[in-house]
């Protein structure tokens, strides 16, 4: 079920309803980033820091280890009597892979956790959903949400004033 709304603000009012009514799988569909509205759908991912904390110390792990191995195994050379476990110069490297690890499996992580890519939505076919990206602002409920109804929540929806609620299509 889906609400379409003129405002930002509109908006955000109907999806602080909606979470405090007890609807917990909705989404909002905005063409610009509204101020606060996650927080108000009750979006909370603490999964994505850790995943990118993971990625880093692999990361560290990798460079690290790679170099370890490089210098002191694979192609050992002592110049001027240096050391082969140098790993003060092994810094700046083992940083460059601690943030590429961490950042690829962040971009990684946030495309598995969103079900990405998705080239289709039940949501696409709503009418005026293409004005989504330029005027128009929408909440969705999904019908996987525990509290979803069809009729209770059409009457939740039309409760909050939008210009329409529609019924999306079954996911096939």
């Not at 980033?33 to 009750?42: A, F, T």
């Amino acid at each position: 079920m889906i609400a379409e709304f003129e405002h930002a603000e509109e908006l955000c009012v109907a999806a602080e309803k909606a979470y405090a009514a007890g609807y917990r799988r909705m989404d909002a569909y905005s063409p610009l980033p509204v101020e606060g509205l996650s927080d108000r759908l009750g979006f909370r991912d603490h999964l994505v820091p850790w995943i990118m904390f993971i990625g880093g110390c692999v990361g560290a792990l990798a460079g690290f280890g790679l170099l370890n191995w490089a210098t002191m195994l694979a192609y050992p050379i002592n110049i001027g009597g240096r050391p082969l476990f140098a790993w003060p110069s092994w810094i700046p490297i083992t940083f460059e892979f601690t943030i590429l690890f961490a950042s690829l499996a962040g971009i990684i992580g946030m495309f598995f956790i969103n079900g990405l890519p998705e080239p289709y939505h039940p949501a696409f076919s709503a009418p005026n959903f293409e004005l989504a990206t330029s005027s128009r602002f929408f909440l969705a409920i999904e019908r996987k949400d525990a509290k979803y109804d069809d009729h209770e929540t059409r009457t939740f929806l039309e409760s909050l004033s939008p210009l329409n609620v529609t019924e999306l299509e079954r996911r096939k």
